[in-house]
T-cell receptor, first 114, second 111 residues
C-alpha cells in the first residue's frame, strides 16, 4: 500500500500526559499537512511542511503542539500536557507542491483524553 | 477567502444521479472550486476541481454557473459506497493557500 499511513490509529491518554503521532506520506510528495477534526466538522488546518521546512502554523496550534519532519520524509506531531479539549481526530495529508489542492489523506489518529 | 454554503444533508436513491449544490456567491476571479468527500472513518478524498468551465473525471462532474456564484457536483450513478460527507471548498490555485473546510453535506444513498 503506497498511501499515507498514520500511527497509532487510536490513542487514549490521561489529561496532562504527552502524546506523539506519526505520519508517513506518499514517498514522492514534498508537502505534508496536519489537520484536526472534531465530530460533525470539517478538518481544521494545523500546520504544513515543504520537505523538512515547516512553512506555516495555524493560530490553533498552541505552544503545547509541536511538529517535525526531520528528513523530509515522515512527520511527527507531539502534544504536551494534553487537555480534554485536545480529543479529536488528527489527520495527516501529503501532496506534490504544484498540486497542493489534491491532498491525499491518511486514516487519522483518534485521540481521546480522559 | 470566499465562504461556501452547502445543505446539511441529502438523500439519493441508488442508481440515480446525485446532485450536490454549493453556493459561493463571494467567489473572486482567482478562486477555484474544489470538491472532496469523506467516507465514514476514513480521511477525505479529492474528487474534482474547476474554475469556470464544466469538468468531468472518472468520479464525478462539476457544473459551475456562468456567474460562478454556485456549482453542482454530480455523481452520475450513485452507489451505496458514495455515502459520505461532501465538502465544497473555494480557494486560489497557488501552492501556499490552505484548504478551508466547512461542515459539508452528508449524502446518504438509499437502496
Amino acid at each position: 500500500d503506497t498511501g499515507v499511513s498514520q500511527d497509532p490509529r487510536h490513542k487514549i491518554t490521561k489529561r496532562g500526559q504527552n502524546v506523539t503521532f506519526r505520519c508517513d506520506p506518499i514517498s514522492e510528495h514534498n508537502r505534508l499537512y496536519w489537520y484536526r477534526q472534531t465530530l460533525g466538522q470539517g478538518p481544521e488546518f494545523l500546520t504544513y511542511f515543504q520537505n523538512e521546512a515547516q512553512l506555516e502554523k495555524s493560530r490553533l496550534l498552541s505552544d503545547r503542539f509541536s511538529a517535525e519532519r526531520p528528513k523530509g520524509s515522515f512527520s511527527t506531531l507531539e502534544i504536551q500536557r494534553t487537555e480534554q479539549g485536545d480529543s479529536a481526530m488528527y489527520l495527516c495529508a501529503s501532496s506534490l507542491r504544484d498540486r497542493t489542492y489534491e491532498q491525499y489523506f491518511g486514516p487519522g489518529t483518534r485521540l481521546t483524553v480522559t | 477567502d470566499a465562504k461556501t454554503t452547502q445543505p446539511t444533508s441529502m438523500d439519493c436513491a441508488e442508481g440515480r444521479a446525485a446532485n450536490l449544490p454549493c453556493n459561493h456567491s463571494t467567489i473572486s476571479g482567482n478562486e477555484y472550486v474544489y470538491w472532496y468527500r469523506q467516507i465514514h472513518s476514513q480521511g477525505p478524498q479529492y474528487i474534482i476541481h474547476g474554475l469556470k468551465n464544466n469538468e468531468t473525471n472518472e468520479m464525478a462532474s462539476l457544473i459551475i454557473t456562468e456567474d460562478r456564484k454556485s456549482s453542482t457536483l454530480i455523481l452520475p450513478h450513485a452507489t451505496l459506497r458514495d455515502t459520505a460527507v461532501y465538502y465544497c471548498i473555494v480557494r486560489p490555485l497557488g501552492a501556499d493557500y490552505q484548504l478551508i473546510w466547512g461542515a459539508g453535506t452528508k449524502l446518504i444513498i438509499k437502496p
